[in-house]
C-alpha cells in the first residue's frame, strides 16, 4: 500500500520560503495524481496544488497562484511544493494526497499523508 511522508515544514517570517517533500513508499508515486493541502484550526481542509501523472499539468488555489510550484522527481520517489512570498495566512498543516484525479478537491483522493506544520509569523 502506498504511504505518503511529508516533511520541510517549520516557522517561517512573512516573505520567506519554505520546501516541502512527499517521499512516497510502497508504490510508484508517478502512476498518481497528486495533490497537496493544508488546514488551518477551524477551518476547511483546502486545495492548494496538485500535478498530473498523465501530462505533469499543474493547477493551483486561488490563494498560492504565483507563489508555490508544485514538481515531481520521478527518480526520487517524491513530489514537492516550493512555497515563496509566504504570507501568515498560509500557515497550516500542509498534506499531500495520492489519487486518480488531478482535482483540488480532498475527497478524489485515496492516500494521504500525516502532515507537516507550517507557521508563518514574525
Do not use: H
Amino acid at each position: 500500500q502506498l504511504q505518503l511522508v511529508e516533511s520541510g515544514g517549520g516557522l517561517v517570517q512573512p516573505g520567506g520560503s519554505l520546501r516541502l517533500s512527499c517521499a512516497a513508499s510502497g508504490g510508484t508515486l508517478a502512476s498518481y495524481d497528486i495533490g497537496w493541502f493544508r488546514q488551518a484550526p477551524g477551518k476547511e481542509r483546502e486545495g492548494v496544488s496538485c500535478i498530473s501523472s498523465t501530462n505533469g499539468r499543474t493547477y493551483y488555489g486561488i490563494s498560492v497562484k504565483g507563489r508555490f510550484t508544485i514538481s515531481r522527481d520521478s527518480a526520487k520517489n517524491t513530489v514537492y511544493l516550493q512555497m515563496n512570498s509566504l504570507k501568515p495566512e498560509d500557515t497550516a498543516v500542509y498534506y499531500c494526497a495520492a489519487g486518480p484525479l488531478a482535482l483540488l478537491l480532498p475527497n478524489t483522493y485515496t492516500y494521504w499523508g500525516q502532515g507537516t506544520q507550517v507557521t508563518v509569523s514574525s
